[in-house]
């Protein structure tokens, strides 16, 4: 078993035995996570996303990170990490980007030893949870790069999941018992392909359709596409855990956290106490984490550039979907991650 083969990495757990979150709500939790090539001396973190789990957050391990130890950490609620579905009673109703990075904390700190960190790097939820990470502990990492996502979730974002949400909550299988995750077929709860179908069209961009770029992702027609990522892809997935990761991200905001118990007065002044160099790239065509936030947000940080990656593959771009802007942003990272 390689070292330096992610998928060949069995999944770890970190136990905290009296864990509080921001809501209040104490309890032990636990977090996944795996190790990739650990004996390299920096080390990168990398969370998982929105729907994201271990095994689907290798994007840059052999590229702009191959040199790096890297840690892939599970956010709370993506059922991996401690969730609605795999906590018996007492999971909090509601999550926020510092209980992760806070947990995240413990794990390198208190797990692995580790006390510093070359470079957190995260796309779209990962990315705001990135965010965080700069701003909670600003000595702790040196670089940041944000990837489809940041700072504070949008209106337009917001308003953008309540779809989803809308159509998961007012399923005809919704609430649920025993926290099912599929139907007696095996295929995904109605709702939850629901949620899929509502969310489907946003992961790219209109142009994308246009060319019919699903046939680059090996299928034959939009048929195929629409199955793949509204029912296939959600067989796994508890209606709670995704519910509970969407107000995560729709509450996210870093101007929110409390330092010392005091919040900063401004989204600017937030982004200001960043010490961490920071890379944004957002895509040209994303539909909910659009650039232009990023180029406001960079002007608050002091040592912050932006990347818009030049895609029609819209938000998906950044998770890896395809090789050409995966191949571009390997570049632009290992640039950033080199500069003196």
Known sequence: MSSTDPASQQVQYFSIPNFKFQSGTTLPVRIAYIEINPTAKKVALIPTCFRGRINTTYTFSSGALKSHRIIVAALFGNGESSSPSNTPTGF???????????????????????????????????????????????????????ICSSARTSRHNYQFLEGPKAALENSIDFPLENRKTSSTDGKALRGVQAFGKAYSAWLTSAEWFDEELWTEMGFKTLEEFDAAVTEVGYRDWSPEDLLIMLRMWQNGDVSAIENEGKKADSLEDALGKIQAKVLLMPCASDQYFRPGPNKREVKSVKHGEVAVIPSVWGHIAGGGASPKDTEWMNEKISQFLDKV
């Open 92 to 146: 909090p109703d509601s999550l926020d980007y510092q209980d992760c990075v806070r947990a995240q904390h413990a794990l390198l700190t208190d797990g692995l030893g580790i006390s510093k960190l070359d470079v957190v790097l995260g796309f779209s939820m990962g990315g705001q949870c990135t965010y965080h990470w700069s701003v909670m502990y600003p000595q702790f990492l040196k670089h940041a790069v944000v």
